[in-house]
């Protein structure tokens, strides 16, 4: 029975539960999850699970000692080189960051309504022992832009807040020229495969079963899935709006087009 009172302690997992203490007639105590008679609730402050990080991958991907591969939530970082692609402007920034951030310290997970992507690695914030929150720090510095994808939305609104100051103070990727927006009308083939700003003038929107397009000319439009527009302020006003819309761009026939999954993709200038 005290062993099922450890783990509540240290298992995350297991905060739901409700644990009882009572004694015996010989005056021995017990813990169990199941009431008994005379048995009194036991207030459980759980621990937390920290763990080392063995490599740091890039800026928002790094593998934990037990192996496990951890996809920073809410975060995207500029790409480091790989084999056969060159490394993105800011990419290395933000890898040294969060190795110098990282070493001889642990972290601990939250995850939130997606526990895996479709690669298998674990979607996660990242906490530090003294609480410092890794994905808002690589925000605030510079070094990510803001990535939502529904339905993890914890900390979404801490992380556009930090993503505006930045981006005011033109820290890390927003004062690079690799950053800057690029009018629709000068969109090309040549426009590099990674995030990318876009702006221009909504001049239509239309719908599908599936999404809601916001048409900025015959070559692109931006996508959004109809299931998350409630995350979104009325779609019509866009309509006639000149819009910043951030992301990445997908080609088909000539044309482009971008999906956006959360309001923070979108920026309507003042």
Do not use: C
């Amino acid at each position: 029975m005290k062993l099922l009172l450890l783990l509540l302690l240290w298992l995350p997992s297991w905060t739901s539960a409700q644990i009882y203490e009572w004694q015996d007639k010989s005056g021995g105590t017990h813990f169990s999850d199941r009431s008994y008679p005379q048995a009194k609730l036991v207030d459980i402050k759980p621990g937390y699970g920290f763990y080392r990080v063995k490599t740091v991958y890039d800026g928002d991907t790094v593998v934990l000692e037990d192996g496990r591969k951890i996809r920073l939530l809410g975060i995207n970082t500029p790409e480091v080189q790989h084999r056969d692609k060159m490394a993105d402007a800011g990419g290395e920034d933000a890898r040294r960051w969060l190795i110098n951030k990282l070493q001889n310290s642990k972290i601990r997970l939250l995850t939130d309504a997606e526990k895996k992507d479709k690669y298998g690695r674990t979607l996660a914030h990242l906490f530090t022992e003294k609480k410092e929150h890794i994905n808002l720090s690589l925000v605030a510095a510079g070094l990510a832009e803001v990535s939502i994808y529904p339905p993890n939305l914890f900390y979404a609104d801490e992380l556009v807040k930090a993503q505006s100051l930045a981006e005011k103070a033109r820290l890390g990727i927003w004062r690079r020229p690799e950053y800057a927006v690029i009018p629709v009308n000068r969109l090309n083939a040549e426009d590099h495969a990674g995030w990318t700003r876009l702006a221009g003038k909504v001049v239509n929107i239309r719908s599908s079963r599936k999404f809601v397009y916001l048409e900025f000319s015959r070559q692109f439009e931006a996508r959004i899935e109809r299931k998350w527009l409630s995350l979104f302020p009325d779609i019509n006003g866009y309509l006639g709006k000149y819009i910043e819309v951030r992301g990445w761009l997908n080609r088909n026939r000539g044309r482009y087009s971008m999906l956006i999954r959360h309001p923070s993709a979108i920026k309507v200038p003042l």
